[in-house]
């Protein structure tokens, strides 16, 4: 996920890893006043993660993310520019 940060230099968006008591996101991409919310799963579950159902609520997001079999694959995710999540 390297990607992530080098995709967002020069871009002024900012990312985070954010953590409330045992919920947490992945990736907060913050630009301006918008945040979208990724979270990446490489499990088999289908559940919605409970730490974007509690960012969502605390912060609502512009968009919320989930990467992995049950969301945006991978492959597709990683090829799109980052700014366009932020969109």
């Known amino acids: 996920m390297a990607r992530i940060f080098s995709s967002a230099r020069g871009k002024q968006i900012e990312i985070f890893y954010w953590r409330e008591h045992n919920e947490e996101v992945d990736f907060v991409l913050k630009k301006g006043a918008k945040l979208v919310a990724i979270e990446v799963k490489s499990s088999q579950k289908r559940e919605h ?30 090829k799109t520019p980052i700014e366009n999540w932020l969109e």
Do not use: D, W
């Not at 960012?55 to 968009?63: D, G, L, S, T």
């Open 49 to 78: 993660p409970s730490g974007l159902n509690s960012f969502q609520k605390a912060f609502n997001p512009h968009r919320i993310l989930l990467v992995g079999e049950y969301g945006e694959k991978i492959e597709s995710f990683l």
